[in-house]
């Protein structure tokens, strides 16, 4: 029989390995407006956050719904001294309470200027 080599052969040894730094990505982070932070960042920074009360007409109601209040912060003091709904709930009543709640907040001084805080009410009571 004739002696036939193979067209291609197999190596033995492995290739080499390169040794290259291993980088961590960053997190890609939502944009949102100058100088605004979000609640996820902020909540270390309260000090005094009073939960939103679920009034009792639009709970005996059923009435729920999701919104988005920003909040201006006195940064010397931490208050808020302006609250406004971005985005209604949907109902005044349930935009009312949730203003009146985070009028009451409070921050660590020098820490934040805006806030974005989200929240919903559920019949469960208000989340944010």
């Not at 009792?56 to 001294?81: F, L």
């Not at 985005?87 to 005044?92: A, L, Q, R």
Request: net charge positive.
């Amino acid at each position: 029989m004739p002696d036939i080599q193979p067209e291609f052969v197999e190596e033995s040894t492995p290739p080499p390995r390169v040794n290259r730094p291993v980088t961590k990505a960053a997190p890609i982070k939502a944009p949102s407006a100058p100088g605004m932070m979000s609640m996820s960042n902020a909540k270390a920074l309260a000090i005094s956050k009073p939960q939103p009360p679920y009034p009792y007409e639009a709970r005996a109601k059923k009435i729920t719904g999701s919104g988005v209040c920003v909040v201006t912060v006195d940064p010397a003091s931490g208050s808020v001294t302006d609250a406004t709904m971005a985005v209604s709930i949907g109902n005044n009543l349930l935009d009312q309470s949730a203003l009146t709640a985070f009028k009451r907040w409070k921050f660590k001084p020098g820490s934040v200027t805006k806030v974005k805080i989200p929240i919903t009410f559920t019949l469960a009571g208000a989340s944010y």
